[in-house]
């Protein structure tokens, strides 16, 4: 009897948890809809401290990369978007936050590490589609390399 009830609980728990994180994460979409980045850059991270592992996780994520791109806050857009990649290496979503990461450090002027980056997909990438877009990122990167010592 101890055991079952003690199991309800825990569903009830789980399902409140569910849906307090879906409400902020609302909350958040709501902000970033009405234009104030600031809140939903806040909200944002308080929803991915909260409720780790959550449905939403993944959304949230891009869309704190969005509301980073809106602020202008490259360096916070360039280590989510690293911290995504960090969290799933081996998807799809995951290479193309590495690739993001990428490009939003070449905006910073660390083309070293981009470089870095960028070569890394071309030879670890399974996605075709990612891999050639890091190639080209990679030869407009060495072209710019290639204008500033002349």
């Not at 104030?36 to 993944?58: A, D, G, M, Q």
């Not at 995951?94 to 083309?111: K, M, N, P, T, V």
């Amino acid at each position: 009897m101890h055991a079952q009830a003690g199991k309800n609980r825990n569903e009830v728990y789980k399902a409140e948890e569910l849906k307090q994180g879906e409400l902020l994460f609302q909350k958040a979409s709501e902000f970033y809809e009405d234009r104030n980045y600031v809140k939903s850059t806040e909200e944002l991270k308080l929803f991915l401290i909260l409720y780790l592992r959550h449905p939403r996780e993944w959304e949230a994520r891009k869309l704190l990369s969005k509301s980073y791109r809106k602020l202008g806050d490259t360096l916070a857009l360039a280590k989510n978007e690293l911290a995504m990649y960090k969290d799933y290496p081996n998807t799809e979503e995951g290479l193309d936050a590495y690739l993001e990461a990428a490009r939003a450090l070449i905006r910073l002027g660390r083309e070293a590490k981009a470089a870095t980056i960028l070569k890394d997909i071309t030879q670890n990438t399974y996605s075709s589609k990612i891999a050639q877009e890091a190639e080209l990122e990679l030869a407009q990167l060495e072209i710019l390399a290639e204008s500033k010592n002349k």
